[in-house]
């Protein structure tokens, strides 16, 4: 499959880089063609690996991946151009942090709305599924780096994109029955408020690869 990586940071990076070791053809993109990051990611990273502007790497992506900074991701979809996201699942990881504060970071939108809602209604057609923001990268890609089970969400409105998604989760080693659907993208509230007790319990434990396990 050709995935649009949208972001150049540590998310991008390697969901690009999981992406590419599964087979799948990748580019990643930022804010302008040549990026320094996006760059050494692709050279250094497999001929199925390149990198373009957001709207190069939508237009290639037959899935897209939201890997932006929070504050700049609509901007960022709409660089990417309505367009290029129309039909396609946009696999959405962003949280809506507030880092004006300091530490920790404050949300800027919770309770009544969320990033994954924002960013529905301005790109109504693209298939939004909220997904992997509740825990660090490595954890998102790999989640045996976690001994023993726990749970990855995801949310959205189109089921079949959902689908989708849970089949790109298992393909990183989530097992099925730890892929928890939230149901409609007004689930993205909860997945975003639950950062604060991940950024309470993880500087708690001064480790950032831990997760929650629901327990019915
Ligand atoms: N770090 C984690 O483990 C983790 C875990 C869960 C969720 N998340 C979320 O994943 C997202 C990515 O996090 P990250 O730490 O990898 O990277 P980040 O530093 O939050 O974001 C980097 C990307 O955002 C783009 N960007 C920043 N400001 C922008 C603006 N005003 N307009 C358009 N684009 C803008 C940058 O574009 P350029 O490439 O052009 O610079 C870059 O591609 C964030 O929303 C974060 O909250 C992170």
């Known amino acids: ?28 993109g930022s804010r302008a063609a040549g990026n320094e990051k996006a760059v050494a990611w692709a050279s250094g990273a497999s001929p199925r690996a390149s990198e373009g502007t957001f709207a190069d790497a939508a237009a290639f ?9 929070g504050e700049g991701s609509i901007e960022a979809l709409a660089a990417a151009g309505a367009g290029n996201l129309a039909g396609k699942v946009l696999v959405d990881i962003s949280n809506p942090l507030d880092h004006s504060g300091g530490f920790p970071p404050r949300l800027f939108v919770c309770n009544t709305d969320s990033l994954g809602e924002q960013i529905q209604r301005a790109f109504p057609e693209a298939r939004v599924v909220k997904t992997m923001n509740t825990v660090n990268i490595n954890v998102q890609v790999d989640p045996s780096v976690i001994p023993g089970r726990h749970t990855m969400f995801l949310c959205g409105n189109d089921d079949a994109a959902k689908a989708d998604v849970r089949a790109l989760l298992l393909s990183y080693g989530w097992p099925d029955e730890d892929v928890m659907d939230l149901g409609d993208i007004t689930g993205s509230r909860a997945m975003e408020m639950n950062i604060a ?8 434990l001064n480790n950032w690869g831990i997760n929650i396990k629901i327990v019915p």
Do not use: F, K, P
Not at 61 to 69: D, H, I, L, R
């Open 61 to 69: 992506g037959e899935m897209v991946v939201n890997a932006t900074n």
């Open 197 to 204: 007790m991940w950024l309470r319990a993880a500087s708690t």
């Open 1 to 28: 499959m050709r995935v649009g990586v949208l972001g150049t940071g540590m998310v991008g990076q390697g969901q690009a880089s999981r992406l590419v070791s599964l087979g799948h053809e990748v580019m990643m």
